[in-house]
C-alpha cells in the first residue's frame, strides 16, 4: 500500500498520469502503404498466377504438414545463371536480403494470407517495403545459400501455412523431372 502512495506521489510531481485501462493503439508500419490508390494491392491480383521463372522443377515440396529439419516446403526450379525472377502475385516485399540455407532471399505479402518466398538469387532487385507487380522482375536466379547449382527455390504460403506451388503452377508439372506425378 505505501508502494502504491509513493508511486502515486512520484507520478503526480513529474506530472505523469499513467491510465492503463485505456487501449494503447499501435499502428503497424505497413499499413499506409496501402492507403493511397496507386499503392492498394487488388485481392484479385493477390493469388499467384504468374510463374516465376520458366524452367525444370528438381525437387518438389515434401513434409508440408509437419515443421521438421529436413522438410522442404517449396520446388525447386532449375534454370540459367542470371534468368530473370518474376513475382507471382502483385505484393510488397516484406524480407529481401541473405539467409544462410536460400542465400539472398525475397519473400513477398500479397494480401489475404498469402506470401512467396524466392530463394537462392544471384542478386535481390527489390527491397523491404518496395510495392511490386504481378510479373515484375524482383531478382536472378543464383546459387547462393545451399546450393548445388543454379535454380530457384520457390514457396507459396497460405494462412501461415506451406502450400504446393504446383496447386497453383501445373504447366511445371510438363517440366517435373522428379517423376512423381502421374502420367
Given at each position: 500500500k505505501?508502494?502504491?502512495q509513493?508511486?502515486?506521489?512520484?507520478r503526480?510531481s513529474?506530472?505523469?498520469?499513467?491510465?492503463?485501462?485505456n487501449?494503447?493503439?499501435?499502428?503497424?508500419?505497413?499499413?499506409?502503404?496501402?492507403?493511397?490508390?496507386?499503392?492498394?494491392?487488388?485481392?484479385?491480383?493477390?493469388?499467384?498466377?504468374h510463374?516465376?521463372?520458366?524452367?525444370?522443377?528438381?525437387?518438389?515440396i515434401?513434409n508440408?504438414?509437419?515443421?521438421?529439419k529436413d522438410?522442404?516446403y517449396g520446388?525447386?526450379?532449375v534454370?540459367k545463371?542470371s534468368?530473370?525472377?518474376m513475382?507471382?502475385a502483385?505484393?510488397?516485399?516484406?524480407?529481401?536480403?541473405?539467409?544462410?540455407?536460400?542465400?539472398?532471399?525475397?519473400?513477398?505479402?500479397h494480401?489475404d494470407?498469402y506470401?512467396t518466398?524466392?530463394?537462392h538469387?544471384?542478386?535481390?532487385?527489390?527491397?523491404?517495403?518496395?510495392?511490386?507487380?504481378?510479373g515484375?522482375?524482383?531478382?536472378?536466379?543464383g546459387s547462393?545459400?545451399?546450393?548445388?547449382?543454379?535454380?530457384?527455390?520457390?514457396?507459396?504460403?497460405?494462412e501461415f501455412?506451406?502450400?504446393?506451388?504446383l496447386?497453383y503452377?501445373p504447366?511445371?508439372?510438363?517440366?517435373d523431372?522428379?517423376?512423381?506425378?502421374?502420367?
Amino acid at each position: 500500500k505505501r508502494i502504491k502512495q509513493m508511486d502515486q506521489l512520484v507520478r503526480s510531481s513529474l506530472g505523469e498520469k499513467l491510465d492503463i485501462n485505456n487501449k494503447i493503439l499501435i499502428e503497424d508500419s505497413t499499413n499506409n502503404l496501402f492507403a493511397s490508390q496507386d499503392k492498394k494491392i487488388s485481392q484479385l491480383r493477390n493469388i499467384p498466377s504468374h510463374p516465376p521463372i520458366s524452367g525444370y522443377v528438381s525437387k518438389r515440396i515434401s513434409n508440408s504438414d509437419n515443421f521438421l529439419k529436413d522438410s522442404h516446403y517449396g520446388i525447386d526450379i532449375v534454370a540459367k545463371e542470371s534468368e530473370p525472377v518474376m513475382a507471382a502475385a502483385s505484393g510488397v516485399v516484406v524480407f529481401s536480403g541473405w539467409n544462410y540455407e536460400y542465400g539472398n532471399m525475397i519473400i513477398l505479402y500479397h494480401g489475404d494470407g498469402y506470401f512467396t518466398h524466392y530463394g537462392h538469387n544471384s542478386k535481390n532487385l527489390k527491397h523491404q517495403l518496395d510495392i511490386v507487380e504481378r510479373g515484375e522482375i524482383i531478382a536472378f536466379v543464383g546459387s547462393t545459400g545451399i546450393s548445388s547449382g543454379p535454380h530457384l527455390h520457390f514457396e507459396v504460403w497460405k494462412e501461415f501455412k506451406p502450400v504446393d506451388p504446383l496447386l497453383y503452377f501445373p504447366e511445371y508439372l510438363n517440366s517435373d523431372l522428379t517423376f512423381q506425378h502421374d502420367q
